[in-house]
């Protein structure tokens, strides 16, 4: 069975970190780039943050840049986000997706969703 977990989420105060985790099982990362992307109430799936699978590059979307980090586990099948200095506007639904094309990839190549993990930041 194909099956991609995120876990970590909770509630913290602005300034406070959390590390999400995206656990594939039914088949391997290593073959995938994996995107992390959030969705705040009322607004579109964004996409934060891209790990690529040729060479391991990320990139990351202005509003994250410097906070957050993206890494992978190859061999526990897990990509993480280290979220640091959190901010209110962080709020919202994680996902994690993969995609054959590339981190550039339009929203229609990526797959695999997990079923995402609630972040949430307030005082």
């Known amino acids: 069975q194909v099956q991609f977990v995120e876990s970590g989420g909770g509630s913290v105060q602005p300034g406070g970190s959390l590390r999400l985790s995206c656990t594939a099982s039914?088949?391997?990362?290593?073959?995938?780039?994996v995107g992390w992307f959030r969705q705040a109430p009322g607004k579109e799936r964004d996409g934060i943050t891209c790990?690529?699978?040729?060479?391991?590059?990320?990139n990351y979307a202005d509003p994250v840049k410097g906070r957050f980090t993206m890494s992978r586990d190859y061999a526990k099948n897990t990509a993480y986000l280290q979220m640091n200095n959190l901010k209110p506007e962080d709020t919202a639904a994680y996902y994690c997706?993969?995609?054959?094309?590339?981190?550039?990839?339009?929203?229609?190549?990526?797959?695999?969703w997990g079923q995402g993990t609630q972040v949430t930041v307030s005082s």
């Open positions: 997706a993969t995609t054959r094309t590339g981190c550039g990839s339009n929203r229609a190549h990526w797959g695999n």
């Open positions: 039914g088949f391997t990362l290593e073959n995938y780039a």
């Open positions: 790990i690529n699978s040729y060479d391991d590059s990320t």
